[in-house]
């Protein structure tokens, strides 16, 4: 956080805003978020796990986030507040810095190049950014900011509080709930990847279902969320996505699942809750995640994963301890088709060519 507090806090101010105690100097005043590294004696910064405990020793940081059993850890004189979960408080105490880093809030309402047809409604406080367009019958709820350039099709619906970066574009008949972030590029309920071969060439099927996005959901910069062929495309409460991820038509994702970047996911695949897929994951059509299934980096999931735990791996998919023994193996099967030929050569006199 290069850009400090118009004014800087108190240590017993953030431990108050958090939910922690005070051990140390809590009248010290911080004005920056740091990491470890490069805080300095103005600056707030959190300790979250024992291999950063050396980095701790020796930052420069005026207070800490830290746990009770990590707290030792902390520089000698370093202002410490302890929580529960330090990763967690760090989240809450960067959003209140984000906050008070915003500039004022601007007058809302509709920009003089944006385009609202007549027949859409808005709620209270609404804005529309410069060149935005906002089709007939679009609802936007009150609080919503629709960033420049984005498009709102027919019949859209977006809940209230949510934020449109801009150029997102919105297909007609999409639903977006409360309080969503949508960033820079996304598209929501274009037609999803169907086509019917035939002896002529491949015919389009239409695409007649729609999406449902649940609330509290960010969705990240460059996303494709296709609109279901019969049924809806349905993300539910909660969830994250990353930048650059294909969700594919009838796609159905969990409350609180969490999805990285790159990922992508075929028609009609059934995430469950709470889920955490790695970047680069490809999931394959018709198969389902269950609850609280975790899937490793650059995995291929071929196959429904059915029980929870940690997956890796692409011929098939493992669970992780698994895929660590089948790739040690790997890495010593030229030695072992050697000891295989030096074995057969003696058993029965004969020698492989190389």
């Known amino acids: 956080m290069r850009r400090p507090l118009p004014e800087p806090v108190t240590v017993d101010a953030i431990a108050a805003r958090i939910g922690g105690t005070v051990r140390g100097d809590g009248a010290r005043v911080v004005a920056r978020l740091a990491s470890l590294e490069s805080a300095g004696p103005d600056a707030v910064s959190f300790l979250s796990g024992r291999r950063h405990g050396k980095a701790a020793a020796s930052s420069r940081a005026g207070a800490l986030i830290v746990s009770p059993a990590l707290e030792a850890h902390a520089a000698e004189g370093t202002a410490r507040i302890v929580v529960a979960d330090p990763y967690v408080a760090y989240a809450q105490v960067s959003r209140w810095f984000e906050a008070l880093l915003s500039p004022p809030p601007r007058a809302t309402g509709i920009d003089p190049t944006a ?54 574009v919105v297909y007609a ?35 007649l279902g729609s999406v449902t996005i649940g609330d509290d959901v960010e969705i990240g910069a460059n996303c494709a969320i296709d609109r279901g062929a019969l049924d809806d495309t349905v993300i539910a409460d909660g969830v994250k996505i990353d930048n650059l991820v294909q969700v594919g038509h009838n796609v159905r994702i969990g409350a609180h699942t969490v999805i990285a970047g790159c990922v992508g996911i075929a028609g009609s695949a059934t995430i469950g809750a709470r889920c955490m897929i790695g970047g680069g994951v490809g999931i394959a ?21 059915d029980e929870p735990g940690f997956y890796t791996g692409a011929w098939p998919l493992q669970g992780h301890a698994q895929w660590e023994r089948t790739a040690a193996t790997l890495k010593q099967l030229p030695e072992l088709r050697k000891r295989i030929r030096a074995l057969a050569s003696r058993g029965d006199g004969s020698k492989d060519d190389e």
């Open 115 to 168: 385009r609202v047809d007549a027949a859409a409604r808005l709620g209270a406080g609404v804005e529309v950014g410069p060149g935005a367009s906002v089709a007939a019958g679009a609802c936007i709820d009150a609080g919503t900011r629709i960033g420049a350039g984005c498009a709102i099709g027919e019949g859209a619906s977006i809940g209230p509080g949510s934020t449109l970066h801009p150029n997102v």
């Open 173 to 207: 008949g999409v639903t977006i709930g409360a309080r969503a972030t949508i960033h820079s590029g996304t598209v929501v309920g274009a037609d999803g990847f169907g086509f019917a071969p035939s002896s002529e060439g491949f015919v389009k099927i239409a695409q």
């Open 285 to 305: 059509g018709h198969i389902e995640l269950c609850d609280g299934a975790v899937i490793g980096g650059f995995s291929l999931v071929e196959r429904s994963v």
